[in-house]
């Protein structure tokens, strides 16, 4: 995927640079995003979607599940700018890049202002390419028509879901439906389902094959997606890449957010009103917030709904043997721990 990755940017360098010599930054910040981390969750459940179908190993098949990850880079980059966070993989986020490149040419204006329009452009750069490499992969014309809609779709969820998440941050909505909604199209359908389905789709399959894909990626994306919550609470910022406790400086209603509400006592929902979405939020701060995450019993019941969940994507793959190729259904084994024990 890397492989296919590059050699897809460097054309798009070719272009990009073509048109002007003070475009290098721009090509290169593209180039540095992409290649220069990520877990290729998403491309890798579709390539494994399709193999799991029958289609066999393919340069073109390695090439059109790799836009994917292309869609993920726009998702990323403009997800950093609505939260303003100023990392991304352990390097500055997309914005705060282009800020300080502004910063130090001594350019004219602001540079907060000149990093949020290189993120907002290259963000939709790297959308639009994704539709591209999808399309002139080289793929058979039928098999990429076939999975458009599992594309067209997966662009519309996650992007509902974005504004769903920013929605439930301003209205102060702590409910577990709303996170549960969240959860389920910012990142379970994003995440898994919809490039399971992508696979299938590329591979003829019908019927019976998407069924036990939607079985299986719906419960394990929204565990995928509850891991991250922990993580971007109690994670390890050498291994996130992400500041300790952003998501609580974000303001993020996650599920664990929600069950913690619900258990919460006065003086507990009143820190965790207080503290939620501040900015500022300092090591104590974020200590004591964590605390009342545990303290409620919400971080347990979060592992537990991670663990059932997980148990529940099990079942689903163990049901799919008779139709899914063997090589595939090893694979989806092995992704499910990773995706539910990951520390990163």
């Not at 439906?177 to 591979?203: M, N, Q």
């Amino acid at each position: 995927m890397d492989a296919a990755l590059t050699d897809f940017l460097d054309r798009q360098a070719a272009v990009i640079c073509g048109i002007d010599d003070n475009l290098g930054a721009y090509a290169d910040a593209v180039r540095d995003f992409v290649l220069g981390g990520g877990k290729r969750i998403r491309p890798t459940f579709a390539y494994w979607g399709a193999r799991g179908a029958g289609l066999n190993d393919s340069d073109e098949l390695v090439a059109c599940v790799s836009s994917l990850e292309l869609l993920q880079a726009s998702a990323l980059m403009h997800d950093d700018l609505i939260d303003g966070s100023d990392t991304r993989r352990g390097a500055p986020s997309i914005h705060r890049r282009f800020a300080t490149l502004h910063s130090s040419e001594g350019w004219s204006g602001r540079p907060d202002e000149f990093g949020t329009a290189a993120a907002i452009l290259l963000g939709d750069l790297c959308l639009a390419w994704s539709d591209e490499l999808l399309c002139s992969a080289g793929m058979p014309f039928a098999s990429v028509a076939a999975a458009r809609r599992d594309f067209d779709l997966m662009r519309t969820e996650v992007s509902a879901g974005q504004y769903l998440d920013v929605l439930s941050e301003v209205r102060r909505d702590v409910s577990e439906d709303t996170a549960a909604k969240v959860a389920r199209y910012k990142s379970a359908k994003y995440t898994i389902e919809r490039p399971l389905l992508l696979g299938a789709s590329l591979a003829g399959a019908v019927g019976v094959v998407r069924e036990h894909y939607s079985a299986i990626g719906l419960p394990l994306g929204e565990a995928f997606q509850l891991r991250d919550d922990v993580l971007g609470v109690f994670g390890d910022p050498a291994q996130t890449g992400k500041p300790a406790g952003d998501d609580l400086r974000e303001g993020k209603h996650t599920f664990l957010v929600a069950r913690a509400w619900a258990a919460a006592d006065e003086a507990q929902r009143a820190a965790l009103d207080a503290g939620l979405g501040d900015p500022d939020l300092d090591r104590s701060g974020v200590e004591r917030l964590r605390a009342i995450l545990m303290d409620t019993g919400a971080l347990a019941d979060t592992e537990q709904r991670i663990e059932a969940l997980a148990s529940q994507a099990e079942a689903a793959l163990e049901a799919s043997r008779p139709d899914v190729e063997p090589e595939a259904l090893h694979v989806f084994a092995d992704l499910l721990v990773s995706a539910v024990k990951r520390d990163f």
